[in-house]
């Protein structure tokens, strides 16, 4: 599933890839967009994810130059963006958990998707370490980060901080080019309130009549192909799919699953209700959300003239 917790980060970790989620946010990587529901209301306030991956290439470029500034070498660039990321970023794949037949059947409740995310991740440490070394600079890693991040060597703020006798902006070269692109010293935070929105939406979903009705023809059908869980959601996320690959049960598992999910329409019923919310909750916060669709339309505007601008000599 991918109703992807997009407040706060631009860029994309490793903790994402562990592959599991409940469904509101929490990072599970989605199958092919096959199995994804329609889009829902307040994606029309959320960053994409190709939006992201821009934004954390820009702020990354507008960093370097402010790293160059002080005699450091720049860091390297996110990786560019891919089909798979594409997936694992849609906030609609797996919102409902698992709805694709093909990938029930291939994968399980696993993914074959690799986000270039976690492929970067997945370099090893050696390799790390001796491109750290070969940096032309060779200053110290506390220097670094006080310049970079306005961290000392414990990871604590530094106030005003300075090196060299020259002062680094507040938060180091990173809060200063999410300043640039967005204003603030975070980066998007602006889709704080679309995104905590939609998570609810999903949350309270689960109560609907509708949808209860849905869980129940699903759970009964289940269990008349002998597999007894309360809800789509946890089969989903049943401990006994955490090996590195799908079991033959787990395959079975999953098929059956989605036939029942089509079976008692659950994810109709489940998207008919979240979207409802969704509607209602963007009633309620027309200003506000106007407010984080201008932002998000003026930060992307200045994202795209960073990245349309030829790189350094």
């Avoid at 960053?47 to 790293?67: F, K, V």
């Avoid at 998007?188 to 949350?203: E, G, S, V, Y």
Wanted: hydrophobic share 40%; glycine share 8%; charged share 20%.
């Amino acid at each position: 599933m991918a109703a992807v917790a997009l407040a706060a980060t631009a860029g994309c970790t490793s903790s994402q890839s562990s592959g599991r989620t409940d469904g509101a946010g929490h990072a599970r990587q989605a199958p092919p967009a096959t199995g994804a529901a329609p889009d829902i209301p307040l994606a029309a306030y959320l960053p994409s994810g190709r939006q992201l991956r821009d934004y954390a290439t820009a702020r990354q470029i507008l960093a370097n130059r402010c790293l160059a500034g002080f005699g450091f070498s720049p860091d390297p660039l996110p990786p560019a963006f891919t089909a798979d990321d594409a997936d694992v970023t849609s906030l609609t794949a797996r919102r409902y958990m698992l709805a694709d037949p093909a990938a029930a059947r291939a994968y399980g409740y696993h993914t074959s998707l690799t986000p270039s995310y976690v492929r970067v991740d997945r370099r090893d440490r050696a390799a790390q370490q001796a491109e750290q070394a070969a940096r032309p600079d060779h200053r110290s890693a506390a220097d670094r980060a006080l310049v970079s991040l306005g961290l000392d060597p414990a990871g604590n703020p530094v106030p005003h901080p300075r090196i060299g006798g020259r002062a680094v902006p507040e938060g180091g070269c990173t809060a200063q080019a999410n300043r640039a692109l967005t204003g603030t010293d975070d980066a998007l935070t602006r889709a704080d309130l679309p995104n905590t929105l939609q998570i609810d939406a999903w949350q309270q979903s689960r109560d609907d009549p509708g949808v209860k009705r849905a869980f129940a023809g699903w759970s009964a059908c289940m269990a008349a192909r002998g597999y007894r869980y309360p809800d789509p959601v946890a089969v989903d996320n049943a401990a006994d799919w955490q090996s590195a690959t799908p079991s033959a049960r787990e395959l079975a598992t999953a098929t059956a699953d989605v036939a029942c999910k089509q079976q008692a329409h659950v994810v109709t019923a489940w998207h008919a209700a979240d979207s409802a919310l969704q509607t209602a909750a963007i009633a309620r916060n027309t200003a506000a959300l106007a407010a984080v669709r201008a932002g998000l339309g003026a930060t992307t505007a200045k994202v795209a003239a960073v990245l349309a601008q030829p790189p350094p000599g």
